[in-house]
């Protein structure tokens, strides 16, 4: 049974840092790409980041670029994302999502996790 | 502003059928597989059609996605009240590198 558990959300302070981590288990992690979306309160999906199965490509949403940084260790089957200069409109709950294809420029993300909340508030 | 346009809300009754749009540009829908999703009120998002039109093994085939040029359409047909729910379409864009979403759309069985 395919399985994405987040951990790491939290109340942070403006201008703070936090790290997401995200463990799967039940298929091949290396064999995937996986991707953070995030949802604010009452509103829609916004994607986040994306990291092909190999690690060889990352991809940001320009509102994180240059903030957040997305790795994986495939040996521990975890995927990350590095929040650096937290901001108010950051607030969400963050889903990783587990992608169809070993590359992440696509979608159809067959497996979600249950989410973590990130509040950025002082 | 999503680079993906959807209804906000759509409704019909019970038994019924119902589609939801999904209008993009040439950088996304046009040139890139579209999937949609279902979430319910709490939970997360379900997949439940990929790659245009396929579905995932366990989605019932009440669910249908069709995609023409730049625009894609998911059908819900024999509609129960455990369909109500927001249902977001989203693709790749080959343009901004980046996933995008539709805004969502709510769907209410009356």
Redesign the interface.
């Known amino acids: 049974e395919v399985q994405l558990l987040e951990s790491g959300g939290g109340l942070v302070q403006p201008g703070g840092s936090l790290r997401l981590s995200c463990a799967a288990s039940g298929f091949t992690f290396s064999n995937y790409a996986v ?1 953070w ?1 995030r949802q604010a309160p009452g509103k ?4 986040v980041s ?1 990291i092909s199965g190999n690690s060889g490509t990352t ?4 509102s994180v670029k240059g903030r957040f940084t997305i790795s994986r260790d495939n040996s521990k089957n975890t995927l990350y994302v590095q929040m650096n200069s937290l901001r108010a409109e950051d607030t969400a709950v963050y ?1 990783c ?1 587990k992608g ?1 294809y070993m590359v992440a ?11 973590t909340l990130v509040t950025v508030s002082s | 502003q999503s680079v993906l346009t959807q209804p906000t809300s759509v409704s019909a009754a019970p038994g019924q059928k119902v589609t939801i749009s999904c209008s993009g540009s040439s950088s996304n829908i046009g040139n890139n597989y579209v999937s949609w999703y279902q979430q319910l009120p709490g939970t997360a998002p379900k997949l439940l059609i990929y790659d245009n039109n396929k579905r995932p093994s366990g989605i019932p085939d009440r669910f249908s996605g069709s995609k023409s040029g730049t625009s894609a359409t998911l059908a819900i047909t024999g509609l129960q009240t455990g369909d109500e729910a927001d249902y977001y379409c989203g693709t790749w864009d080959s343009s901004l590198s980046v996933v995008v979403f539709g805004g969502g759309t709510q769907l209410t069985v009356l």
């Not at chain 1, 829609?44 to 994607?47: C, D, Q, S, T, Y």
């Not at chain 1, 420029?105 to 989410?115: E, I, K, N, R, V």
């Open positions: 991707s979306v829609g999906l916004e994607w994306g991809y940001y949403a320009d889903y999502a169809r420029a696509t979608t159809g993300f067959d497996y979600w996790g249950q989410g």
